[in-house]
């Protein structure tokens, strides 16, 4: 179901904060994430509530279970992958091709990533939407939505409520939430065989996307007039 409503800009970040590694900083976040989504006019009710739903069942479950599940749906295979260019190109050239090119759309934006960061990681490109106008959203969204729907199927075959957090962003985007079979889509290789763990980057970025002991960075910063940074993060450890 399409939405005619922009989503408010920080309703992006939050979904994008939803996609993070949850550490600590991330679970005392819960109860402001929850706040932004009810007041949220953009989201359909059912959508709302799923979201909801998915909140409570993360905050009164074991923060251990939490973190272990996280790491064994995101980091141990391909379909289920938060970056999104591993759905289209994998390790190849073309990947880094892709890369440069997303980096310069955030740079023309006038956005840049932390040294850490890679452009292609899903609550990166979120972050950016939450910047951006209402028709470069739905012209974002809809270039990435083939792989957005592909993650979304690959979720939901993992019987996994974070499909929710991608389903919402693909309506926000002016987007189908459609089926699409993580199997066709990686029918060349066995889901999670198709590479081993990722190379481990600090922060909310990479594999983990951050450590229980770490501070939660911001993932996007703007350029100040005379050089500097301001954060536009939703939300960050200290």
């Known amino acids: 179901m399409k939405t005619s409503t922009a989503a408010q800009p920080l ?84 990947r880094g091709m892709a890369m440069v090119d997303l980096r310069a759309t955030y740079a023309q934006a006038g956005l840049e990533l932390q040294a850490h960061e890679l452009p292609d990681y899903l609550p990166v490109v979120l972050e950016f939407l939450s910047t951006q106008p209402p028709e470069i959203v739905r012209g ?12 979304h199927g690959a979720l939901v075959q993992r019987k996994s409520r974070y499909a929710e957090v ?44 951050s450590r229980p002991e770490q501070a939660q960075p911001v993932h996007i910063v703007r350029r100040a007039p005379q050089g500097g940074t301001t954060s536009t993060s939703f939300v960050s450890g200290s």
């Open 166 to 209: 991608v389903a919402a962003a693909l309506e926000l985007g002016g987007q189908e939430v459609a089926a699409v079979s993580a199997r066709a889509t990686y029918a060349d290789e066995p889901m999670d065989a198709a590479w081993e763990e990722p190379e481990a980057f600090g922060g909310c970025s990479s594999r983990g996307q």
């Open 140 to 151: 974002f969204v809809a270039e990435v939505g083939h792989i957005l729907n592909a993650l």
């Open 11 to 94: 309703t992006w970040r939050v979904l994008a904060r939803l996609l993070c590694y949850p550490d600590a900083a991330w679970r005392e976040a819960l109860p402001a994430l929850a706040a932004q989504l009810r007041a949220e006019p953009a989201l359909a009710a059912r959508r709302r509530s799923a979201l909801l739903e998915l909140v409570e069942e993360l905050a009164a479950a074991d923060p251990y279970e939490v973190e272990a599940a996280y790491v064994e749906l995101f980091d141990r295979g391909r379909a289920t992958a938060l970056h999104l260019f591993e759905h289209v190109h994998g390790e190849s050239r073309d």
